[in-house]
């Protein structure tokens, strides 16, 4: 049973780390679209 519960425990905490990363990717990617779509319509 404890066994059981610390796999548990592991799984959600890779969810969790895997979750951040993808989420920091997220927010990074979207900072440089914003920044990169300004650079190009004001070279327009």
Do not use: D, H, P, T
Request: net charge positive.
């Amino acid at each position: 049973m404890n066994f059981a519960l610390q796999n548990v425990s592991l799984l959600a905490m890779e969810i969790f780390f895997i979750g951040l990363i993808v989420l920091c990717a997220l927010i990074v990617a979207g900072i440089s679209w914003v920044v990169v779509s300004r650079l190009y319509k004001g070279q327009r």
